[in-house]
C-alpha cells in the first residue's frame, strides 16, 4: 500500500494568525502563555487539515517560533555568547532576540544573528553561529512538546529534523577559522539523544532533511555522510532521509547507499531522477516521491503523475511512499478560501491543504484503483489541463511580437560606467558619502487603513489619492528635516514591492489569501503569472512627479526589476522563466523610460531576488545569469547617460555571482551588509568591481537603533574594501516595518556618520 505524507505545513495560519500573534507579543500586548495557545491551537488545526485531506503520516517539528533553523540552534544549545541568558537554558525571549536583537534585556545587547535565503526560495533563515570550542547540548524540547501534542490528539506523526551535515552547512564559523566539518563528531551525540528521546514517546519514523545532497560537494563533506548515518543507525527509530529542491545527480549513490530506511525525492525539480534511482536503491528501503509542486500554486497534473506512481508501485509495493516535492511551507493555506478569483483561473489552483488532497488521491489510485472518487479526481484533472492549454486569456501575440523583435543593443547603455559617471556627478551635485534610503517608510495603520478602504469602495479615488500625497509629503519633509541628500517618496501607495507593480500588469492574478512566510511575522501574497504579461499605462510616474515637486533635492523613482518580479511571484510552468523574466524587463523598461521623461533622474530597479533565482548546481548557473543579467539590462538601458540606474540586493552570497552582477551595469548598487558586518563587501573588492556601492549600514529587520559609531566602524571597514569616492550611505533594505520613531532616530544616526566620514 502506499502511503501518503507530507514534509511540512504552512506555520503562519489561514489568516496569519501566527503573525498576529507574534507581532502582539513583541508589543507587549499578549503575554507568553497566549502566544503558547496560538501555536497550540494553529498546530491541532494543521494536522487536522492535512489528516482530512488524506495524509497519513503528519508532520511534527515544521512549526516555527520564528525559524526553524533557529529553532534546531535553540534544540542544540548554539546560542551565541551576546544572547546568552542569566538562567543558562534559552527562553522564547532569547530565540526572539537572536533573530531580531536587541538593545537591553534579559538577553543583554546584542545585533541579530544574520539573516540570509533558505537554498533558492524567498524564505529567509537565522544562520547558525558557530565557534572553534563549539559545545552543544539538547536544550530547547519544543520538537517533543509538540511530538506529544500531535500523538495526544491521536495522529500518526513523522518528527521533522534538519540533518546534521544539512545543519552544520548553513552556518558560519565565528572567530578563528576552522572547518565546520570538526563540530559533526560534537554534534552527532546530541541528534542521538533527540532520537532516542522520540522514541520514548512512541515515534516510529522520523524524517532527517539534508537538503544540501542536492548540490555540488565537496569531497570531504560527502565522506561525512555516511561516518554520520552510521553513527546514527543506532537510534531506534526508522529514518527517512528527505531530499528536495533538486537532483541528487552525482550524490545519488550517496544517498540511496545511506544506513537509513527510506529516501525521499523530489520529481518536480528534477523528474530525470526516475526511475534511475530504483538501480540504486537497497531492497529494503522505503522510496517517497515528490510529485505533487511543494512550491508553486498550479494543480498537479494527475494522470501524468499517475503513471510514475504506477510504475513504482509495481517495482516498489509497499516501500512506496508519496508526497508534495518539498514542505508546503512555500504554498499558501486553503485555496478555498478564495471568493473572489474567478472560476476558470481558481479551477487551475492548488494550495496546501489541495495538494495534500492530490497526493492522497495519488496513493489511492494505486491503492484502490476503482475507488469512485479517485475517477472523478482523474477525470477533473484531465479537464483543468485541457482548459488551462486552450484558454485564450494565455498567450498575447503581440506580447511575442515584441519579444522577437529585441535586438541585443537594447541591452546595452549609450556609454560605459566610467563615462556616466562623470556626467551624472555634475548634474546631481551630490557630497561624497550621499545618504539615501533604499525606497519605503513605515507603513502606518493610517497607510493601511486607508488602502484598504479604496479597495473595498468605501474610499473614492480622490480622498485616496489626497491621503497618499499626504503621506509623501511628510516622507519628504522628514527626510529633508534629517538632511539626506537623495530622498525617496516612501511608497505609501504600494502594498508589496511585486504585488503593487503586478496589479498594473496584464497576465497577473491576485489572491485574497494566498499569504506565504517570509521569515518571523514577515508574511507576502505572492502574485499569480498566468499568461503573458505586458504594461497598459505607467504605473508610478504621477507618484514619482508629485514627490519631486515637494522638494528641490534629488528624487529617486523606484522600481522592481523583472528578475524579483518573476522570483518572488508564482510563475508560470508552461514557459521558461526566461521568456516570462524578458516579457517583465519590457514592461519595466516603458516604466523606466516614462520616469525620464518626468525628470526623474535616479530611477532604482530593485533585483533582490537576482542571487535566489541561482540554481543550486553549478553547471546550470551560466544558463541563468546570462538570462538574468541581460534581463536587467534590457529595462535600464533606455535612458540616457545623466539618468542615474540604481539597484538594491539584500541577504545573498555574492562572491560566485560578483562578474554577473557587474555586468548588470547599474550605476549604484546597495546591497546589506550590516548583519554580516561589512563581511560581504569582500567579493566586491576582490573582484575590483567598478561601479558605485552602498553597503547597509543598519539592519532594519530589527527594532535596535545603532549608533552613530557603529556605523561610522562599518563605513570606515566599508572604506578598507572599496574607494571612499565610489560609497554610498544607506539602510540595508527598506522601512516600512518599522516605526517612525525607530527610523527618523536611525537615520539621524545615519547621517551623522556621513558626515563624520567627509569630515
Known amino acids: 500500500m502506499a502511503v501518503a505524507h507530507s514534509l511540512g505545513f504552512p506555520r503562519i495560519g489561514a489568516d496569519r494568525e501566527l503573525k498576529k500573534a507574534l507581532e502582539a507579543y513583541w508589543k507587549g500586548d499578549l503575554e507568553e502563555t497566549e502566544l503558547r495557545e496560538v501555536g497550540r491551537e494553529l498546530r491541532a488545526a494543521h494536522w487536522q487539515l492535512q489528516a482530512d485531506a488524506g495524509i497519513e503520516l503528519l508532520p511534527v517539528g515544521d512549526f516555527a517560533w520564528y525559524d526553524q533553523v533557529l529553532t534546531h540552534s535553540l534544540m542544540f544549545g548554539v546560542v551565541p555568547e551576546r544572547f546568552c541568558p542569566a538562567g543558562g537554558k534559552p527562553t522564547l525571549d532569547t530565540l526572539f532576540a537572536m533573530a531580531r536583537g536587541v538593545t537591553s534585556s534579559c ?34 524540547p519544543q520538537l517533543f512538546e509538540e511530538a506529544e501534542e ?17 545543519y552544520l552547512w548553513l552556518g558560519k564559523s565565528r572567530g578563528a577559522d576552522f572547518d565546520k566539518l570538526e563540530l559533526l563528531e560534537r554534534l552527532l551525540p546530541v541528534y542521538g539523544e533527540v532520537l532516542d528521546r522520540l522514541a520514548t514517546l512512541g515515534v516510529e519514523w522520523v524524517q532527517i532533511d539534508e537538503p544540501i545532497l542536492v548540490l555540488d560537494l565537496p569531497q570531504d563533506w560527502k565522506s561525512a555522510f555516511e561516518r554520520a548515518y552510521n553513527q546514527l543507525q543506532r537510534a531506534p527509530l526508522k529514518k527517512l532521509v528527505a531530499t528536495y529542491f533538486g537532483g541528487l545527480e552525482d550524490n545519488l549513490a550517496l544517498a540511496a547507499s545511506l544506513p537509513v530506511d527510506g529516501l525521499h525525492i523530489d520529481l518536480v525539480r528534477a523528474p530525470e531522477q526516475y526511475p534511475l534511482i530504483l538501480d540504486w536503491l537497497p531492497a529494503y528501503k522505503i522510496l517517497s516521491l515528490g510529485l505533487v509542486n511543494g512550491r508553486n500554486v498550479w494543480r498537479c497534473d494527475l494522470e501524468k503523475a499517475l503513471e510514475v506512481v504506477r510504475h513504482a508501485a509495481e517495482r516498489l509495493g509497499d516501500r512506496l511512499w508519496l508526497a508534495p516535492s518539498c514542505s508546503l511551507l512555500h504554498t499558501p493555506v486553503d485555496l478555498a478560501r478564495e471568493d473572489q478569483l474567478d472560476a476558470e483561473l481558481k479551477s487551475w489552483l492548488a494550495f496546501a491543504v489541495q495538494k495534500c488532497t492530490e497526493v492522497a488521491i495519488l496513493a489511492r489510485a494505486v491503492n484502490v484503483p476503482e475507488d469512485a472518487e479517485v475517477r472523478a479526481a482523474m477525470q477533473l484533472s484531465r479537464e483543468v489541463q485541457a482548459s488551462r492549454a486552450r484558454s485564450p486569456r494565455i498567450h498575447k ?21 566610467a563615462e556616466r559617471i562623470g556626467k551624472q556627478r555634475a548634474l546631481l551635485k551630490l557630497p561624497a558619502f550621499p545618504t539615501t534610503t533604499i525606497g519605503s517608510f513605515p507603513q502606518t495603520p493610517a497607510i493601511r487603513l486607508a488602502r484598504q478602504a479604496f479597495k473595498q469602495g468605501r474610499l473614492g479615488l480622490a480622498d485616496y489619492t489626497e491621503a497618499m ?7 519628504v519633509a522628514v527626510q529633508e528635516q534629517l538632511g539626506l541628500d537623495v530622498l525617496v517618496h516612501g511608497e505609501a501607495e504600494r502594498n508589496d514591492m511585486v504585488e503593487y507593480f503586478a496589479e498594473q500588469l496584464d497576465g497577473y492574478a491576485f489572491t485574497r489569501f494566498g499569504w506565504v512566510q517570509s521569515y518571523g511575522s514577515r508574511c507576502v501574497k505572492p502574485a499569480v503569472i498566468y499568461g503573458d504579461l505586458s504594461r497598459p499605462a505607467p504605473m508610478t510616474v504621477e507618484w514619482i512627479r508629485y514627490a519631486q515637486q515637494q522638494t528641490q533635492k534629488v528624487m529617486k523613482g523606484m522600481l522592481t526589476g523583472p528578475v524579483t518580479m518573476l522570483m518572488w511571484s508564482f510563475s508560470r510552468d508552461d514557459i521558461s522563466r526566461e521568456q516570462q523574466a524578458r516579457q517583465l524587463a519590457l514592461a519595466i523598461r516603458d516604466e523606466v523610460c516614462d520616469l525620464e521623461a518626468a525628470g526623474i533622474r535616479i530611477i532604482q530597479i530593485d533585483e533582490a531576488a537576482f542571487r535566489e533565482g541561482l540554481p543550486l548546481r553549478r553547471a546550470q548557473w551560466q544558463g541563468y545569469l546570462d538570462w538574468a543579467v541581460e534581463a536587467f539590462r534590457l529595462c535600464a538601458s533606455g535612458v540616457r547617460d545623466e539618468t542615474q540606474i540604481h539597484t538594491h540586493m539584500c541577504y545573498s552570497e555574492f562572491n560566485d555571482v560578483i562578474e554577473s552582477i557587474a555586468a548588470m551595469d547599474a550605476d549604484v548598487i546597495t546591497i546589506e551588509t550590516s548583519r554580516s558586518q561589512m563581511e560581504l563587501l569582500e567579493a566586491f573588492r576582490a573582484f575590483e568591481y567598478p561601479n558605485d556601492i552602498g553597503p547597509g549600514v543598519y539592519d532594519i529587520h530589527s527594532p535596535r537603533v545603532p549608533d552613530t559609531a557603529e556605523m561610522v566602524r ?9 574607494p571612499a569616492e565610489r560609497l554610498w550611505v544607506n539602510p540595508d533594505c527598506g522601512l516600512k516595518t518599522r516605526g517612525w520613531a525607530e527610523t527618523e532616530a536611525a537615520l539621524v544616526n545615519m547621517v551623522a556618520a556621513a558626515r563624520q566620514l567627509r569630515a
Open 150 to 166: 500531535a500523538l495526544t490528539l491521536g495522529h500518526s506523526v513523522k518528527p521533522v529534523l534538519i540533518g546534521p551535515l544539512t
Open 714 to 722: 562599518l563605513l570606515e571597514q566599508a572604506c578598507e574594501r572599496i
Open 397 to 417: 501575440p503581440e506580447v511575442q511580437a515584441r519579444l522577437a523583435a529585441i535586438k541585443p543593443r537594447h541591452a546595452q547603455r549609450q556609454s560605459g560606467f
Open 469 to 475: 500625497q499626504a503621506e509623501i509629503r511628510h516622507a
Open 107 to 140: 538577553c543583554g545587547a546584542g545585533q541579530a544573528q544574520e539573516m540570509t535565503k533558505w537554498f533558492d526560495t524567498n524564505y529567509h533563515y537565522l544562520v547558525p553561529e558557530f565557534t572553534l570550542d563549539q559545545q552543544f547540548s539538547l536544550s530547547w
